[in-house]
């Protein structure tokens, strides 16, 4: 495992230089403890000489120039598969909801990876029931597809987006 020093701290923007071995890739993950707890940090840019500069994923409160890091080897993983169907997780992939924790041996994928190929993905020609008759007449939207909303300022597009959000959830 590589270790580094943290050299600055902006709000969740971290410096951290590593002095010996190979410097973290870009969207590794680094660890650093806090009164007894590891906290998260995501490595975003190489700066110059051995500086990478990093974004945490939880508050950066009570991180201090000197603290030692260390790098994980890979970038964040979170659970996948059939148990965190109907679950809850934070971006780190730990369960937020109450319940029990996931198993250990549930798999765990890095968050940045290549997207399936066009060719492996199955286009579906059912349409997503939104509840407002105005998008599900005029602007259908395949399920699991991508939806983009525009609009200028002042029309309505959050109001929207919360209304297809409460639509859906209830249904």
């Not at 994980?72 to 029990?100: M, Q, S």
């Not at 991508?146 to 987006?161: D, E, N, P, R, S």
Request: hydrophobic share 40%.
């Amino acid at each position: 495992m590589n270790h580094g020093i943290v050299t600055g701290v902006s709000g969740p923007v971290i410096d951290v230089e590593f002095s010996q071995g190979p410097l973290p890739c870009i969207n590794e993950a680094l660890t650093v403890q806090l009164d007894g707890r590891p906290l998260t940090m995501e490595v975003e840019q190489h700066l110059e000489g051995r500086v990478v500069r990093c974004v945490m994923m939880s508050g950066s409160e009570g991180l201090r120039r000197g603290m030692e890091v260390t790098a994980a080897g890979h970038g964040i993983t979170v659970p996948v598969g059939k148990a965190t169907l109907g679950r809850l997780f934070n971006v780190l992939g730990d369960t937020i909801d109450g319940e029990a924790p996931i198993s250990a041996d549930t798999p765990r994928w890095e968050i940045h990876r290549k997207p399936p190929a066009f060719a492996d993905q199955r286009p579906t020609a059912e349409i997503l029931e939104t509840g407002i008759k105005v998008i599900d007449l005029i602007e259908p939207y395949p399920k699991g597809g991508k939806i983009g909303l525009f609009g200028g300022a002042g029309v309505g597009k959050t109001v929207l987006i919360q209304e297809l959000i409460h639509n859906v959830a209830m249904e």
